[in-house]
């Protein structure tokens, strides 16, 4: 394609608005860019949609990191090794980091992320657990069997089959065992959820719930309350989607405004809160989880509504 | 003074009478009606050539003609417009070359993407907009997503990109310039999706 002579006409345009964009134009500079333009009308078409498309490019700005982050990032980038242990402290407790608890009693080894935070944990035997935001887990592969307790939050496991030593994740009374596969598990007060990506896992709802155990096999998502179970299937889309946060990102795709403004609340401290009347507007796109003042403006810009702050909150109304 | 006559103004009274538009003014309107119907009018094209890689160049010189015709007089609504000069550009090379699918070109009414659609929902636009440009960000080489990223994200000048990157700043121009291509393409030529 990029021997067609739209192609180089559009090449031409595109490398003038990046120099426009720069620091060195001058005079001599704008009358070269000046006769260019003249040249053809061609020029000027393609000149008008480079320049538009930079314009627009502006909106990238809402995936900048907050500022928490950023300083985390920077001290990370700007001190040498030894150094860096010294503030390791201060850069944990921004981001996030497995601890281990020597006081508690519950068997297994401890790791935890903030609100906000995300940790990924590599075993021996290749599998991974991604920890989500405000979550703790713990770990034991001690025994024969290899076991997990989500004690709060979600994690996605991609667990390397072995059937001498099955794969066990136990949330309270609940337990979720693999059978070759990857699949995630979110444990909330009130709310139980599993969702499989590959492979099959079987479900356990406890001895009170007084039921077999239920195979679930790619896409099925399934939801405990305390009361009541239900065993949904989702595109293998939405399911990817679902699993943004791994990237740190919050893909919406016709979600309403109320369900994602619920979702940012998970990852930061910063909350947001949106009014009644706007909780059913339809939001599309992808955000940074740790930005949730980016996603507001964006949200009022598109939406025609506006934001207020008072103190650690966000309304969105309008 | 302030009853002097002010063509950027009064545009709308010039519109409806016909008089020669203000290059500035259709600059604007082109960059607002005409490059968001690019990916229509790139399917249209694609699907009635035998050379797809054609289509650009088509699509370029339909630009041309609808920005010539624009500086006399802006036709609006301007997706009917584009979509005639599309088909008689189509048409010409028929006579000239036959290399044209003719169903395609004669089927242009049928279609119906001649319309014009003042439904089209602009919100779907900019909350899809962001998702384009964010995926066509993550595509780029790596030196020129580094270069895009420290500009539209991060906020550094070229020169400061330039230092980070340990690069001239001429090469910081080429990796933008690439971004910019880039960007162009995603935003117009892969146009917005509706969400299904």
Request: with cysteine.
């Amino acid at each position: 394609m990029s021997n067609t002579r739209a192609a180089e006409i559009r090449a031409a345009a595109s490398l003038w608005v990046a120099r426009k964009d720069g620091t060195n134009w001058d005079a001599e500079t704008q009358s070269a860019f000046d006769s260019w333009l003249a040249q053809s009308d061609a020029h000027m078409v393609a000149y008008l949609r480079a320049d538009a498309a930079w314009k627009r490019a502006d909106k990238l700005i809402v995936l900048r990191p907050t500022r928490a982050r950023r300083i985390a990032e920077t001290l990370k980038d700007a001190l040498p090794v030894i150094r860096r242990v010294a503030v390791a402290g201060v850069v944990l407790a921004v981001i996030g980091f497995a601890t281990v608890d020597y006081l508690n009693t519950p068997p297994g080894k401890l790791y935890t992320t903030p609100v906000g935070g995300r940790e990924t944990i590599t075993l021996v035997d290749g599998s991974q657990i991604a920890l989500n935001t405000d979550t703790a887990l713990r770990l034991d592969l001690s025994g024969k069997d290899r076991k997990v307790w989500l004690d709060k939050g979600e994690a996605y496991f991609h667990v390397t089959h072995n059937a001498q030593r099955p794969f066990r994740v136990y949330a309270g009374e609940r337990t979720v065992t693999d059978l070759g596969t990857k699949f995630s598990v979110r444990r909330e007060p009130a709310r139980f959820e599993v969702a499989v990506m590959e492979g099959k896992v079987a479900f356990d709802a406890g001895k009170a719930a007084n039921r077999k155990p239920i195979d679930m096999t790619p896409g099925d998502v399934l939801v405990a309350t305390a009361t009541t179970l239900s065993l949904t299937r989702k595109p293998p889309r939405a399911l990817a989607e679902s699993l943004g946060w791994q990237r740190g990102l919050l893909i919406f795709d016709n979600t309403t405004l109320a369900d994602a403004v619920a979702q940012f609340n998970r990852y930061n401290g910063e909350k947001l809160t949106v009014a009644k009347s706007a909780g059913h507007l339809p939001v599309v796109g992808t955000f940074r989880t740790n930005d949730a003042e980016a996603f507001a403006r964006v949200i009022a810009q598109v939406f025609g509504l506006h934001t207020a702050k008072t103190g650690n909150t966000i309304v969105i109304k309008q | 003074m302030a009853e002097t006559f002010d063509p950027g103004r009064e545009g709308e009274d010039m519109r409806l009478s016909g008089a020669a538009m203000s290059a500035a003014e259709v600059h604007l309107w082109f960059a607002r009606e005409v490059l968001p119907l690019e990916s229509v009018l790139m399917q249209y094209l694609r699907n009635s050539l035998r050379n797809t890689a054609e289509a650009e160049d088509i699509c370029q010189d339909v630009y041309v003609r609808v920005y010539q015709a624009a500086l006399k007089k802006i036709p609006e609504p301007a997706r009917p417009f584009l979509f005639t000069v599309a088909r008689n550009l189509l048409l010409n090379r028929v006579r000239h070359e036959a290399i044209v699918s003719i169903e395609a070109v004669a089927d242009l009414e049928a279609l119906n993407i001649a319309k014009d659609e003042p439904g089209a929902d602009r919100w779907v636009i900019a909350r899809e907009e962001l998702r384009l440009l964010q995926a066509a960000l993550d595509r780029l080489p790596r030196r020129c997503r580094q270069a895009v990223t420290l500009r539209k994200i991060e906020g550094l000048s070229h020169r400061e990109i330039a230092q980070r990157m340990g690069i001239s700043e001429k090469t910081v121009d080429r990796h933008l310039a690439d971004g910019v291509t880039a960007l162009a393409d995603a935003l117009f030529g892969e146009g917005v999706r509706r969400p299904r």
